[in-house]
């Protein structure tokens, strides 16, 4: 029997693995350009398949990231079932659905705050407020990168927690 230490590695691999696929090979540029877009803050960008300025508010960029977010899950769900099967893990689909909603949602609202990374203080939303009262804000806005690292940072921090659910065994199961 694989233990739960091991599980949770091998899980969190292909769930790593599988979130670079997804957050950067699967992603389409239609949906990663106008995810973050809000009603008071639209984002701009030039579709590339007409050459049109398109400018998303509220709706296309909820739309944009739960398409995003939707093929996200998709390809980790393939790759845990895929890495279950052949390492043998014994997942709980149960356990291994509860990861991938963990992993999804908090996706959702990590990509969200696309484009808003820079935001001063005195408009900052969600996240990135947050990120100014902890001391953060003036990485945020000097930093061009910054955005992307803490976007990065969260989610890896979130497929660790959705590895440990997944890799969890049934009651009963704990090893003493």
């Not at 350009?33 to 400018?55: E, L, Q, S």
């Not at 990231?65 to 709980?92: E, I, K, P």
Request: hydrophobic content about 40%.
């Amino acid at each position: 029997m694989t233990s739960p230490a091991a599980r949770a590695g091998a899980v969190w691999l292909a769930l790593s693995a599988s979130h670079d696929a997804g957050d950067y090979i699967v992603q389409l540029d239609r949906w990663a350009d106008p995810k973050g877009g809000r009603k008071r803050r639209p984002v701009t960008y030039a579709d590339p398949a007409t050459g049109r300025t398109i400018v998303c508010g509220a709706r296309e960029g909820r739309a944009a990231c739960t398409a995003h977010v939707l093929s996200y899950v998709a390809t980790q769900g393939a790759a845990l079932y895929a890495t279950n099967r052949a390492l043998r893990l014994g997942l709980t689909p149960r356990r291994a659905a509860l990861a991938l909603t963990i992993s999804g949602a908090t996706h959702y609202w990590i990509d969200r705050h696309a484009g808003q990374w820079q935001d001063p203080p005195e408009t900052a939303r969600g996240l990135v407020r947050l990120f100014h009262k902890a001391g953060k804000g003036a990485w945020l806005q000097r930093d061009p990168s910054a955005g992307a690292t803490v976007d990065q940072a969260l989610h890896r921090i979130v497929l660790a927690a959705a590895a440990v659910t997944a890799a969890t065994p049934r009651r009963g199961r704990h090893v003493r």
